[in-house]
């Protein structure tokens, strides 16, 4: 599976995914405030870690998993699982479960938004670059409305044409 980032010495990235779009983006209102109310995360194909301290910023409880790369910032009060999402058991569930850049990665997409949703009890968070329009992505291609809706699930979604990337937030509990 391809999809890793080269990180700089910082541990961010280059180009337009840097840490500080992210912090203009899903760490700010009006897409922050979905997070608000919450405070246990666990992001899915993590990375090396380098969104930990956004999330940090406003959860008690942090959990990243990924598949191969460690965790670049060992000093952060998190927990970091190299392994492999689709098989490992958790002991836990968690508010909200995020995949940031890493959804399209994942070939069966439909047993991994299973396993997602068995996991989080509120918020499900996909971040990932609009893919539907362009054929020539292949397996990375989905349409996340059709896969929602075998879950009997709906979504609020931001496509800005100034971000460029489709931030969904997928409520699992009728409560909200
Ligand atoms: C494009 S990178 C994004 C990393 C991080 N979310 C970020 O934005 O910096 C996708 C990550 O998903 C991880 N990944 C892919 N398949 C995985 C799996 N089955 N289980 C856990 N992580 C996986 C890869 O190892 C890679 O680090």
Known sequence: MSGLYSYTPTGDVTGARRLTFYQSTLFSPPMLDYLLPYSSVLDVG???????????????????????VKNHFADLPVTHIVSDFETYEFNRTFDVVAFICSFYLFRNKKKIFSKALSLADHLI??????????????????NLDDILSEFGLGRKRYIERKIGTRFSFIQVKKEL
């Open 46 to 68: 993590v990375g090396n870690g380098r969104h930990y301290k956004l999330w940090l910023e406003h959860f008690d409880t942090v959990w990243g998993i990924d598949k191969s």
């Open 125 to 142: 968070v996909i971040v990932d670059d609009v893919k539907w329009e362009d054929r020539k992505c292949g397996s990375s291609c989905y």
